[in-house]
């Protein structure tokens, strides 16, 4: 056959003749064949065979509701499934739809800087539309099934009544905390999917850099899943807090409630984890910014500190190691504020070490032989800026160094001098007077090792043992804070209380005032 034999010149019929005479022939017209038409006459009886058992549930409940006239109560319960539903599927395919097509971007950007020529992605945008639809409504199904919990939180009310341990209405045990949960698997759920899903579109990006020899993340998407991240790590631990309160349905006494473990040592461990949690985001989404990576990290350990701190004061207050301190109300302010002026000189020195402001001043006690040397406060606590330099890209001025090492000179003479107040302040307590000889014993050490890194240029023992030195002082102060909240001791014992209650039920008549204080002092002596 020849190549002439495929065009239209010279031609009378279509196909053209092969060799050997055949010709094509064309295959019969019409849309469907006659298997195809069988199908597609099969698919509604299909479906109406699936849907036949919730339709017929359907019409019974509704005929059921209707006879006993609760057919609004009937109309109340359908409106919500759909209402919940429909809500539950809109907003989290708005929320998966943005962080897919924002990450796919992104990815697209990344592969035409290396690719030659513009990249056609074809139908993979509408792909992700369709994946994020079809999650949102196997989602959808689950929230369905949740309509009492939440009738029960805009429609309840509160009880008049306060638990023992929290102090809240029972109310809120009832109708709110049970919402709560359903939030927070909901969220759950939306910021998994929307992490997973972000990273994979994330990799083509990554793919097309890796060719280009770039082995890093974008600032952009690495913030964008750093910040998801953290939300996840969030909603997390939110479990924890609503774990406290669900103790009041605990199945590990004799009667359903919360026992004496549920109280002194699983709601501790509740709480500091929920605070560790809360801690580990805020670690997470410090990784967004490289130039306050270390301060998140001093800080979060800080915080561990002293939540483990409260924690084993807790446990020997309960095994009786330790006894509560009873503190006058101006001494335990003054206790807290020492904790708070604490924490803020920890985020100096931080931002001192960070911005390796340490050196800027080599003398002691003034400041490149000045009392107030050269300074620039405004750009040395600009927050938001990359390391070692300002936000427009040029580098940080000596000056905002100095300003930043002199601040925390400042201040550390004031936190020096608030807790020898809060030491000689605790001396003249019995119970704490331990932990006045700890306090000056530490303020004393951060003294000599500050002053070791200056003098003796930042030695690497003379920075650990400033370092250890903050951490033990927060060690302390959180300790002592915990014995100085506990509840004060009885002013007698539990067996004379109770011989007490005993003989003031048994005793009849005058005398009854008289044998209780007689049995009570037999106890106590």
């Given at each position: 056959?020849?190549?002439?034999?495929?065009?239209?010149?010279?031609?009378?019929?279509?196909?053209?003749?092969?060799?050997?005479?055949?010709?094509?022939?064309?295959?019969?017209?019409?849309?469907?064949?006659?298997?195809g038409r069988f199908l597609w006459m099969l698919l509604p009886l299909l479906?109406?065979?699936?849907?036949?058992?919730?339709?017929?549930?359907?019409?019974?409940?509704?005929?059921?509701?209707?006879?006993?006239?609760?057919?609004?109560?009937?109309?109340?319960?359908?409106?919500?499934?759909?209402?919940?539903?429909?809500?539950?599927?809109?907003?989290?395919?708005?929320?998966?739809?943005?962080?897919?097509?924002?990450?796919?971007?992104?990815?697209?950007?990344?592969?035409?800087?290396?690719?030659?020529?513009?990249?056609?992605?074809?139908?993979?945008?509408?792909?992700?539309?369709?994946?994020?639809?079809?999650?949102?409504?196997?989602?959808?199904?689950?929230?369905?099934?949740?309509?009492?919990?939440?009738?029960?939180?805009?429609?309840?009310?509160?009880?008049?009544?306060?638990?023992?341990?929290?102090?809240?209405?029972?109310?809120?045990?009832?109708?709110?905390?049970?919402?709560?949960?359903?939030?927070?698997?909901?969220?759950?759920?939306?910021?998994?999917?929307?992490?997973?899903?972000?990273?994979?579109?994330?990799?083509?990006?990554?793919l097309g850099r890796f060719f280009a020899m770039d082995f890093s993340l974008?600032?952009?998407?690495?913030?964008?899943?750093?910040?998801?991240?953290?939300?996840?790590?969030?909603?997390?631990?939110?479990?924890?807090?609503?774990?406290?309160?669900?103790?009041?349905?605990?199945?590990?006494?004799?009667?359903?409630?919360?026992?004496?473990?549920?109280?002194?040592?699983?709601?501790?461990?509740?709480?500091?984890?929920?605070?560790?949690?809360?801690?580990?985001?805020?670690?997470?989404?410090?990784?967004?910014?490289?130039?306050?990576?270390?301060?998140?990290?001093?800080?979060?350990?800080?915080?561990?500190?002293?939540?483990?701190?409260?924690?084993?004061?807790?446990?020997?207050?309960?095994?009786?190691?330790?006894?509560?301190?009873?503190?006058?109300?101006?001494?335990?302010?003054?206790?807290?504020?020492?904790?708070?002026?604490?924490?803020?000189?920890?985020?100096?020195?931080?931002?001192?070490?960070?911005?390796?402001?340490?050196?800027?001043?080599?003398d002691f006690p003034l400041c490149q032989g000045q009392l107030v040397p050269?300074?620039?406060?405004?750009?040395?606590?600009?927050?938001?800026?990359?390391?070692?330099?300002?936000?427009?890209?040029?580098?940080?001025?000596?000056?905002?160094?100095?300003?930043?090492?002199?601040?925390?000179?400042?201040?550390?003479?004031?936190?020096?001098?608030?807790?020898?107040?809060?030491?000689?302040?605790?001396?003249?307590?019995?119970?704490?007077?331990?932990?006045?000889?700890?306090?000056?014993?530490?303020?004393?050490?951060?003294?000599?090792?500050?002053?070791?890194?200056?003098?003796?240029?930042?030695?690497?023992?003379?920075?650990?043992?400033?370092?250890?030195?903050?951490?033990?002082?927060?060690?302390?102060?959180?300790?002592?804070?915990?014995?100085?909240?506990?509840?004060?001791?009885?002013?007698?014992?539990?067996?004379?209380?109770?011989?007490?209650?005993?003989?003031?039920?048994?005793?009849?008549?005058?005398?009854?005032?008289?044998?209780?204080?007689?049995?009570?002092?037999?106890?106590?002596?």
């Amino acid at each position: 056959m020849n190549p002439d034999d495929w065009t239209f010149e010279g031609r009378d019929s279509w196909p053209p003749q092969r060799e050997g005479g055949d010709s094509g022939t064309r295959r019969p017209g019409g849309r469907f064949s006659r298997g195809g038409r069988f199908l597609w006459m099969l698919l509604p009886l299909l479906l109406v065979f699936v849907a036949w058992p919730a339709i017929a549930r359907f019409v019974t409940e509704w005929l059921w509701f209707d006879s006993l006239g609760f057919s609004a109560v009937f109309r109340t319960r359908i409106l919500t499934k759909i209402g919940l539903s429909a809500g539950s599927t809109i907003l989290l395919f708005l929320f998966l739809s943005f962080n897919w097509i924002t990450a796919w971007k992104r990815s697209k950007e990344e592969l035409e800087e290396v690719m030659t020529g513009r990249w056609n992605p074809g139908l993979l945008p509408w792909l992700i539309l369709v994946a994020a639809a079809f999650l949102s409504l196997g989602n959808s199904m689950g929230s369905s099934a949740s309509w009492e919990t939440v009738l029960g939180f805009f429609k309840g009310g509160a009880f008049g009544e306060k638990d023992a341990i929290f102090g809240k209405d029972v109310g809120f045990f009832v109708f709110t905390l049970p919402f709560l949960g359903l939030i927070r698997g909901w969220l759950m759920n939306a910021l998994f999917l929307a992490l997973a899903g972000t990273a994979v579109l994330s990799l083509p990006g990554k793919l097309g850099r890796f060719f280009a020899m770039d082995f890093s993340l974008r600032p952009q998407t690495r913030r964008h899943l750093l910040i998801l991240a953290s939300a996840l790590v969030l909603a997390w631990g939110s479990g924890f807090l609503l774990d406290r309160w669900n103790l009041l349905y605990s199945p590990t006494g004799i009667v359903t409630g919360p026992g004496y473990t549920d109280i002194h040592a699983l709601l501790p461990a509740l709480t500091v984890l929920f605070a560790l949690s809360v801690a580990a985001a805020v670690l997470v989404l410090s990784g967004a910014g490289r130039s306050r990576r270390a301060l998140w990290w001093l800080l979060g350990g800080m915080v561990l500190i002293a939540l483990l701190a409260v924690q084993a004061t807790e446990y020997r207050l309960a095994d009786g190691e330790l006894q509560p301190a009873v503190l006058p109300a101006a001494l335990r302010r003054g206790l807290v504020a020492c904790a708070v002026l604490l924490a803020l000189q920890i985020a100096l020195g931080g931002w001192v070490s960070t911005n390796y402001a340490v050196l800027a001043c080599q003398d002691f006690p003034l400041c490149q032989g000045q009392l107030v040397p050269d300074m620039e406060l405004a750009p040395a606590f600009t927050l938001w800026r990359p390391l070692g330099q300002m936000p427009d890209g040029t580098p940080i001025a000596f000056g905002a160094l100095t300003a930043i090492h002199w601040v925390h000179r400042l201040m550390a003479l004031l936190v020096l001098a608030a807790l020898a107040a809060l030491a000689l302040a605790l001396r003249r307590q019995g119970d704490l007077a331990s932990s006045a000889r700890w306090i000056g014993a530490l303020a004393a050490l951060q003294l000599l090792s500050g002053l070791s890194n200056v003098v003796l240029g930042w030695p690497l023992l003379a920075a650990l043992v400033h370092t250890g030195g903050a951490a033990a002082l927060t060690l302390v102060l959180a300790s002592t804070w915990r014995r100085a909240a506990a509840p004060a001791p009885a002013p007698v014992s539990s067996g004379a209380a109770a011989v007490t209650e005993v003989a003031a039920v048994r005793a009849p008549g005058r005398s009854q005032a008289r044998i209780p204080q007689r049995r009570a002092r037999r106890v106590v002596q």
